[in-house]
């Protein structure tokens, strides 16, 4: 069973709901990342998606951009995003990471280091699930059968405009849990309808078996309640950024741990 399986069992059977936080790798420094992602895991963090730069994230509003530029800046590439993860995996071999992205850095990598580097690499390095946001379900079933050759998940988004044949067309390769975008948009674009989250989950669960975490547009312990009590997992990404970004390096860790112990105590509430 893999690492995300055994987490969702697990929390399935304690009767709770799994919150995976999203940072950018390499943000707000390039060296912070491991220890920020230990810090999320003591406060509560159950799986971590770590977002690889691209200079293009055409889902991604204008705060995780700018966390992209900035790591980019900074000389993060998919290879010391893969560095991260090992570094985490020296203390921590039990939560689940996901590296969110866009198609190019995965193919760039595959070019300069050979055809199936980034599975291999990423499986090597600790890497339990890829999200890569212009990947569209019909056009990588072969990406999906390499990555679960290696024991890795491939995790899809769903958005309020998918259809039941796209619904379905994700549940044939889908692993892991799948990612319902609860919003128009990009990443931090608006404001969260819980009502229409709830009205939008039973039917994602008639084509979907994996788990369902919803995220965009989750920014405190109230939407994180109200979105965890349809959803099996809630997903933080735009606030959180927001609550790091002007923190000193020394402080990034526990500035982070702080906002999601709360998210945390509230979803088990």
């Known amino acids: 069973m893999s690492r995300i ?3 969702f069992e697990r929390l399935r059977a304690q009767g709770r709901k799994a919150l995976i936080p999203y940072v950018t790798a390499g943000f707000p420094f390039a060296d912070v990342t491991p220890s920020l992602m230990h810090g999320m895991v003591e ?3 159950d799986v971590i998606e770590l977002g690889v730069p691209f200079s293009d994230p055409m889902a991604d509003g204008p705060v995780i951009q700018k966390a992209g530029e900035k790591a980019l800046a900074l000389g993060v590439g998919m290879a010391q995003v893969l560095a991260m993860v090992r570094d985490f995996r020296v203390r921590d071999d039990q ?3 996901v590296l969110m992205g866009y198609a190019n850095p995965v193919e ?3 070019l300069r280091h050979g055809t199936g580097a980034f599975i291999r690499d990423a499986a090597a390095a600790g890497v339990d699930g890829i ?11 072969q990406f999906a059968a390499d990555l679960k050759a290696a024991g890795l998940d491939l995790i899809f988004l769903l958005a309020p405009t998918s259809t039941d044949e796209r619904m379905a067309q994700v549940a044939r390769v889908a692993s892991g849990y799948v990612y319902y975008v609860s ?11 819980t009502s229409a989250v709830e009205e939008a989950l039973p039917r994602i669960r008639k ?3 994996v788990p369902v975490g919803v995220g965009f547009g989750i920014r405190d312990a109230a939407t994180a309640t109200a979105v965890g009590r349809v959803a099996d997992a809630v997903v933080i990404g735009t606030r959180l950024i927001q609550v790091v970004e002007e923190q000193p390096r020394d402080k990034v860790a ?6 999601l112990r709360g998210i945390r105590q509230a979803l088990d509430k």
């Open 95 to 97: 939560t689940p990471v």
């Open 5 to 7: 399986a055994a987490t």
């Open 207 to 209: 084509h979907v078996r």
């Open 183 to 193: 919003l128009k948009g990009v990443t931090g674009a608006g404001h969260l309808d």
């Open 43 to 45: 406060a509560g963090a």
């Open 131 to 141: 999200l890569v946001v212009d990947y569209p379900p019909e056009e990588c079933e």
């Open 254 to 259: 526990s500035a982070a741990a702080e906002f």
């Open 108 to 110: 760039r990598y595959d």
